[in-house]
């Protein structure tokens, strides 16, 4: 006996949201690596500017020049300038990272029950499977009680022959 086989009907559908699922992750990383990247260079502003302000203690405990400490000076307001910024970078990634990790709870939420219909056909299929299956093997012993009927002698014709 030949059976179909399974084919679910919202395939297609379920293959465009695990693209998307994927793309979403994808999109997630590249945000989280961006981030990490944004922290370490704000961290070596951070530790530059740390050195500037040494410098600037030293020199003025020697005697002060006061070319090099109007350059210092001017390299920390620079310093000071590039750290707020790479602050307010890293502040906008957390916020992007954020959103983007809701939308992948999204996706997922899609991809997921997508699956779970999936598997109810399954289960449907396996079901109808059976069931014919079933309904043929019981028309096999139908047919074969009906022949072995047909086929004995009852009781009372031996009598008579």
Known sequence: MASRAFRFRLQRVLDYRETVERRVQSELAALEYERVRAEEALRQLEAEREDVLMQLVELQRG???????????????????????????????????????????????????????REQAWQAFIAEQLRVEQATLDEIGGQLFVRQRRDRPVAGDEASS
């Open 63 to 117: 005697t002060l020049d006061p070319f090099e400490d109007g350059l210092l000076r001017a390299y920390g307001r620079d310093l000071d300038a590039r750290i707020d910024g790479r602050i307010r970078e890293v502040a906008e990634l957390d916020r992007r990272i954020v959103a983007k990790r809701e939308e992948l709870i999204q996706a997922s939420k899609g991809r997921k029950v997508m699956e779970r219909l």
